[in-house]
């Protein structure tokens, strides 16, 4: 007996919250910057004795060159710049109100219905995904989907840098199986509790914000920038090359839970080196797959960790180098967002593409791990 063709899916619609606060990069090192010279001179005796490593002096221009990052957006930027500090201070809110992550992702959520033309009892179950939950249980997916009003079931995915593709493919598969008629994914990258501010290799790198997608079948889609799933493809090799060791089993370890290797770290030379030609692989076989080739590519909406990276991935692909319209940048505004770049891209640039064109989501990163998916415009 000849099994049922499954469902085309749809992204029916996207949402983006983004904070009221943004950190430039010359604050950023402005307040680095103090601080190490605050470091050195209490060390002075130490460093001079060469019993302790000088702290170097970051630069603006260094930052822009080597990422391409200008800005960042904080959800909460007190703190941050307070040389005593050099750490958001997000006040603890009591069990019974939103969780800061919840909230986030509420916003995000709601623009993302709102496109899709959605209200909460159209959706049958609520992903959040993303680098770090703020907590382990109960999931902030669940606290998500009662704060939204919807009936189903919610829960939490932790993936790094590809946390937010990663959700659309399960979001994708459960269309497709008929597990649920629509699903919302939401990635919350609340970002800067990780930072190490005391580190100049990393300090710039991460910006907070919220992205979401709407999932359906293409039946119930109304939605009028609605992209087809083509496809969705995986990756994943290890690597302790971006790594945080955060996590309550330091509490047994008898260890600094805020102990620097339990914040963001990477050795970003390797990244750029090993993951680059990782992604060029992925996606050249992706596209293959569904019978396209890279001219057939209108838009590539790319994960936002590093410009460079981007430009080198966009030159192998196309040849030469892609123009904005065809890989668009937006970590120079947003920074490194973890997951949430490609989704901040698509979000920002998809309803100008026409019917029957094609385009591509991809993210790469910690893990190793890379996750695309290939759309057509309806
Ligand atoms: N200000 C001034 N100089 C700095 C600096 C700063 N903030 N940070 C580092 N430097 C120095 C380094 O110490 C190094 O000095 P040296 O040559 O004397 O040793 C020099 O600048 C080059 O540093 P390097 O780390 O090799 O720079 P880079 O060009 O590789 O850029 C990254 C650094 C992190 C921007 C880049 O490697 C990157 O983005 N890689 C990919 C990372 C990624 O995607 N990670 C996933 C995260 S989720």
């Not at 033309?117 to 992903?127: H, L, Q």
């Not at 990635?187 to 290799?201: H, K």
Request: proline share 4%.
């Amino acid at each position: 007996m000849a099994s049922a063709k499954p469902p085309t899916v749809v992204i029916s619609g996207s949402g983006l919250w983004t904070p009221d606060h943004i950190i430039t990069n010359d604050e950023l090192v402005a307040a680095y910057n103090e601080w190490a010279n605050r470091y050195n001179a209490r060390h002075a005796d130490a460093i001079a004795a060469g019993k302790m490593e000088e702290k170097p002096q970051s630069s603006s221009e260094f930052i822009e060159k080597a990422s391409g990052i200008k800005q960042r957006y904080a959800y909460i930027k007190e703190g941050i710049l307070d040389v005593d500090r050099m750490r958001p201070f997000i006040p603890e809110r009591p069990d019974d109100a939103l969780s800061d992550q919840a909230e986030i992702a509420v916003r995000a959520a709601r623009q993302a219905m709102a496109v899709a033309g959605k209200t909460a009892a159209g959706i049958d179950a609520v992903i959040v995904s993303c680098a770090y939950t703020q907590r382990s249980y109960p999931a902030i997916a669940i606290e998500v989907q009662e704060a939204l009003g919807i009936d189903g079931f919610g829960f939490d995915m932790l993936v790094a840098c590809s946390a937010a593709t990663f959700a659309l493919h399960r979001a994708y598969e459960m269309v497709a199986a008929g597990t649920a008629r629509c699903v919302l994914t939401i990635n919350p990258e609340l970002t800067s509790p990780q930072v190490n501010f005391c580190d100049r290799d990393s300090h710039f790198i991460f910006g907070d914000v919220a992205t979401a997608a709407v999932v359906e079948r293409a039946d119930t889609c109304t939605a009028p920038h609605g992209y087809d799933i083509l496809g969705t493809r995986a990756k994943t090799k290890f690597s302790s090359h971006v790594r945080s060791n955060f996590g309550y089993v330091s509490r047994a370890n008898d260890v600094d839970p805020f102990g620097t290797d339990k914040l963001f770290h990477q050795n970003g030379r390797r990244v750029f080196k090993e993951v680059c030609p990782m992604a060029i692989q992925h996606l050249t076989d992706h596209i293959s797959e569904h019978g396209l080739n890279v001219p057939d590519i209108k838009r590539w909406w790319l994960h936002q960790a590093n410009i460079n990276m981007n430009q080198h991935i966009g030159g192998k692909l196309l040849g030469r180098e892609a123009t904005f319209d065809e890989a668009p940048i937006v970590l120079d505004r947003y920074a490194n967002t973890a997951s949430a770049g490609s989704l901040i891209a698509f979000h920002l640039y998809h309803q100008d593409l026409k019917p029957g064109d094609h385009g591509v989501i991809c993210s790469f990163g910690a893990g190793y791990s890379i996750g695309s998916l290939v759309v057509r415009k309806r």
